[in-house]
């Protein structure tokens, strides 16, 4: 069984930061991405950040240049840097992976249970 535990959520006034981390456990063969989206009270879930495995990262435009993923292959574990927080980042934050239990299984999609992140004025 996999699953993703997320941290690192909390509250903070505009401009500050927070780190975001998830890790992936359980029964993985291989990852082929790991990322964020977050959800907005009344808004559609969105994209925040990708980092597929051999591949470019990927930024919603609302973000780039503030926020900034990593990942530790080795501990399966994805981060995100949140720096100049502004008021609309408030939202769940979920963590998202695309995974394979084993070699002929098919690509999964796999969610955290989010972390709220409040940004005050």
């Known amino acids: 069984q996999v699953q993703l535990v997320e941290s690192g959520g909390g509250l903070v006034q505009a401009g500050g930061s927070l780190r975001l981390s998830c890790a992936a456990s359980?029964?993985?063969?291989?990852?082929?991405?790991m990322g964020w989206y977050r959800q907005a009270p009344g808004k559609q879930r969105e994209l925040v950040a990708v980092m597929p495995t051999g591949g470019s990262t990927n930024y919603a435009d609302s973000v780039k240049g503030r926020f900034t993923i990593s990942r530790d292959n080795a501990k399966n574990t994805v981060y995100l840097q949140m720096n100049s927080l502004k008021p609309e980042d408030t939202a769940v934050y979920y963590c998202?992976?695309?995974?394979?239990?084993?070699?002929?299984?098919?690509?999964?999609?796999?969610w955290g249970q989010g972390t709220q992140v409040t940004v005050s004025s």
């Open positions: 359980g029964t993985i063969f291989s990852i082929a991405a």
């Open positions: 998202n992976a695309v995974l394979q239990g084993s070699t002929w299984s098919l690509l999964t999609n796999y």
